[in-house]
């Protein structure tokens, strides 16, 4: 059994903490889809994917390994150091989870843990080539290779469905987008999960508790699927919200697509080790499959403050947890600033997000999902190519309220 210090059981509970927070966060990259075209209830939904995370959480240990053994030089890390890092993880996962922008856990989690490392012993420490390899690499490819794969699959969908039964085509679709959905949530436990593994493996070896090079307990293993679907199951709705009607409005043809697509890429991405944001997977499949669809649309204005967030997650937490292993370096009273600090802004957040509750019976809701106004484009294709009589557009209308207030048409069409 292994051999606890006080610094220690704090870094074990903050890393269980951010599990906690990545659970709520990355809710919406399961279900976002599937809440938005009504393929399931929220709360339905939100179960569903808790209980497939706790699953996954136990079906491999190679990114765990990843974090523990590859990420940073373990002879150079000290519980403290542990605890910065995650300090940076959770302020940056609670910072966007307010605005309701779909960040990635998994990159706030390596940032933090790579400016505490600095901080503390150095650049040196730092695998540079993991981290290029196994981290930076594929937060590039995974958005692309997941959106290109969803918006071929979405046309390949539609095209294969055009002389299919209405109904019955959108039942089957409807079904297919619930198993879709139940395979990210299993993706995402054997991703995100081991991630937490990983994070409290290497405290314990720093700390003494675990030999160098070990894999993650059992007790490591089970606490973190634990604490992952129980974030799952409260919900990330301000997240949900963006991904399911902030991005694009999809179709369950469009959301099966989006879905099968990401989860394929995150389990092969889970199989090979590399640490990938599942944020990014999907984010990247919902955007290909809204450009899929004939006339669908992403909202850029939406797409482009997330990748604005995305840039920003490594240096952020980075940068947070460098100034808390700073503060953690005076002794035991900097390691307890640091833990009120964390405390205090994590209440303030929360008080801060009850001014506009965002839950399961308002995620739906989209006067509130951030739509893009008409552009010029749009109002002059409006102006240039008036509907046929009786008949206006979405487009036409967002761009002549009042012509259509004053005039109302005898049929609308989208």
Known sequence: MESFSLILAIVVVTALAFDFTNGFHDTANAMATTISTGALRPKVAVAMSAVLNLVGAFLSVEVANTISKGLVDEAGIRPEVIFAALVGAILWNLLTWLV????????????????????????????GDVLVTKVLIPAIAAPLV?????????????????????????????????????????????????????????????????????DPPLWVIVSAGVAI?????????????????????????????AQTSAATVILASSHLGFSLSTTHSVSGAVMGAGLGRKGGVVRWSTATRMFVAWGLTLPAAALVAAIAEWICGFGSWGTAVVAVFLVVSSAAIWKISRREIVDHTNVNDTDASGEEPSGVVTQAVAAVTPPPAGTVTDEFAAAFPEQVATDPPTKTTV
């Open 100 to 127: 309701g922008l779909p960040s990635s856990s998994s990159h706030a989690l390596m940032g933090g843990l790579i400016g505490a490392t600095v901080a503390s012993a150095g650049v040196g420490a730092v695998h």
């Open 229 to 257: 679907a129980l974030g799952t199951y409260l919900g990330g709705w301000r997240i949900i919200r963006t991904m399911g009607k902030g991005l694009t409005d999809l179709q369950p043809q469009q959301g099966f697509a």
């Open 146 to 214: 997941a959106g290109v794969a969803a918006m071929l699959a979405t046309r390949l969908t539609y095209r294969m469905g055009k002389k299919a039964d209405g109904e019955a085509a959108e039942k089957g679709y409807r079904a297919g987008q619930i198993a879709s959905a139940g395979l990210v949530s299993l993706a995402h436990g054997t991703n995100d999960a081991q991630k937490t593994m990983g994070i409290i493996t290497l405290a314990l070896v720093a700390g003494g508790a675990l030999a160098p090079d070990s």
